[in-house]
């Protein structure tokens, strides 16, 4: 059985870092896309970042591209989202998502199979 466990999320003041883990008990992770999704209230999820399995390719949304970072950590069976320079418009629920097939680096939610249950990011002041 897939399951993914999100954790890492918490209360942070604008301009500072959280890093988001995404971990894995029953598979490799090493063997699947991952991508980390968040989505905010009122608003729809949205893609924020991915990593291929092939060459490990990323993709960043363009708001948290130089902020954030994905990153593997195969021997910890765990992915990471290193979230630098936060503001408040990052504030969401973040999830992480891997699916069935595939090795590259898929953006949109409907390209996932399975999901984490969600850590909540808030930024302020």
């Known amino acids: 059985q897939v399951q993914l466990v999100e954790s890492g999320g918490g209360l942070v003041q604008p301009g500072g870092s959280l890093r988001l883990s995404c971990a894995a008990s029953?598979?490799?992770?090493?063997?699947?896309?991952i991508g980390w999704f968040r989505q905010a209230p009122g608003k729809e999820r949205e893609g924020v970042s991915c990593?291929?399995?092939?060459?490990?390719?990323?993709y960043y949304l363009p708001s948290v591209k130089g902020r954030f970072t994905i990153s593997r950590d195969n021997a910890k069976n765990t992915v990471y989202l290193q979230m630098n320079s936060l503001k408040p418009e990052d504030t969401a629920i973040y999830y992480c998502?891997?699916?069935?097939?595939?090795?590259?680096?898929?953006?949109?939610?409907?390209?996932?199979?399975?999901w984490g249950q969600g850590t909540q990011v808030t930024v302020s002041s």
């Open positions: 029953e598979f490799s992770l090493a063997d699947y896309p």
């Open positions: 990593i291929s399995t092939s060459d490990d390719s990323t």
């Open positions: 998502a891997t699916r069935r097939g595939g090795y590259g680096c898929y953006v949109h939610s409907y390209e996932y199979h399975y």
